[in-house]
């Protein structure tokens, strides 16, 4: 288990840098405007990424946990939804293209980087297979090769001199190349004789009994689309507002500092969804000390965690990003210092959301996130229009407050209820006597 986690712990540290790797070569290598431009259309499509999967990648590792190979009759109807809604939304965004006309050059971008749309599905149900078949090594390895792809072609860039219409056209070739390796990888799977981990081989598709309607997979798949999205929505929102309503320069300023915070964001992402959640989900119903514990120290020791790792992120890193991509992004460090802010309650309120999914609570947790887009909306409205980027980046720390301001009053109400909390003495009574129980 800890050599698997160790992979996609590596993976996800390389995918961050090479992510941003990409992000300061090209905005060394194109005007300040051309990145702007290419950085909004590439936030809006990382935005759609969760309507083209539309939470189907959750939803097979959900049913295929409940029904084993029975669950292959899932498999058909929920790929036709996703085609369907890659069709939808990439040509969506080819009509975003063209409403960029006589702007040839920002409708081109917009065109090629529509193909980003299709390989991003195809990387979200490819991880689910992997994960189903067992193997993390291939996980990891397609997690990584897209972006070290995008890396190469960033480098082709800025070797010749290119412009953004080539980088554009390098991200679709990669795209394309995505999906061809993810069809080959998802055959089987479709087929449904590819061996699930934890269940019997299977020789044959199983017996279309029980079909699967598509208007069943929508509805079982919303609560998974809908808390995607609204994750999605406070990492990119800002950067495509901006590029739309203040200048591609202001979007270049704001881009990059999300991209450190997505970065750092990446450490309660892999603490929880990777590594306690499943421990979670068990002491759920069979431990509710540990539980209580989790709730008391994990929430707060994140949150103090937050601020620790909040501090050199404000001080250090953004006077860095000026050196590392140029005088021109001189701005980006005052707005990387008022993002700071925000890490303290993303990684508190990672903690504590925790508890509302392996509690049972799911539908309640993507409810309390739609308030945190409707109060991110709101506060981008409002602060954008008066303080340009610094605005926007005040309307994401305000989002992530309330945010885990819901969390965290909503597992004290449900999850913790009048139980009384446990004390430091329980800490070390489970970490000594009693680890086992908790492990």
Known sequence: MLVHLGMLGLSQVGVTVAAFATQILL??????AHFGTFTTVLALVSLTAPLAVFGVSELWLQRFGQEGAGAYRWVGPSVRVVAGCCALIAAAVLLWGVAALPDAEAATVRALLAAVVVAQAALGLVASVQQ??????????????????????VLAVWAAGLGVVAAATGYAVVALLTVMACLVVMRPFVRGVMPLEGHPRAEAPPPPDRPV??????????????GNVFYLLGMYLGTVVAGEFLSPEAAALLSVPMSVLAAVYL???????????????????????????????????????????A???????????????????????????V??????FRFGGAAVASLLTSGGLLRRKVAYQGVGAAVYLVALAVAT??????????????AEIALCCLFWVAVRRRVVGDAPLPSWRDVRRRLTAEGPRAS
């Not at 090594?137 to 090769?145: I, N």
């Not at 598509?214 to 809908?226: C, M, S």
């Not at 229009?385 to 305000?398: C, E, L, S």
């Open 27 to 32: 905005a060394r290598s194109l005007p300040q």
């Open 132 to 153: 189903l078949r067992g193997d993390y090594r291939g996980l990891s390895a397609l997690q990584f090769v897209p972006h070290l792809g995008r890396v190469l072609v």
């Open 213 to 226: 309607a598509g208007r069943a997979v929508l509805g079982a798949a919303l609560p998974f689309v809908l």
């Open 267 to 309: 450490v309660p992402r892999v603490v929880y969804q990777q590594y306690f959640l499943a421990k979670l989900h068990r002491w759920a119903s069979s431990d509710r000390d540990a539980i209580l514990l989790a709730y008391r120290y994990g929430g707060a020791g994140m949150l103090l965690l937050g601020a620790v790792v």
């Open 311 to 337: 501090a050199p992120v404000a001080l250090a890193a953004g006077p860095l990003l000026p050196v590392l991509l140029g005088a021109e992004y001189a701005d980006s460090a005052a707005v990387l210092a």
């Open 339 to 344: 993002l700071a802010l925000a890490i303290p």
């Open 385 to 398: 229009p008066v303080w340009g980027i610094m605005g926007a980046a005040t309307a994401t720390v305000v």
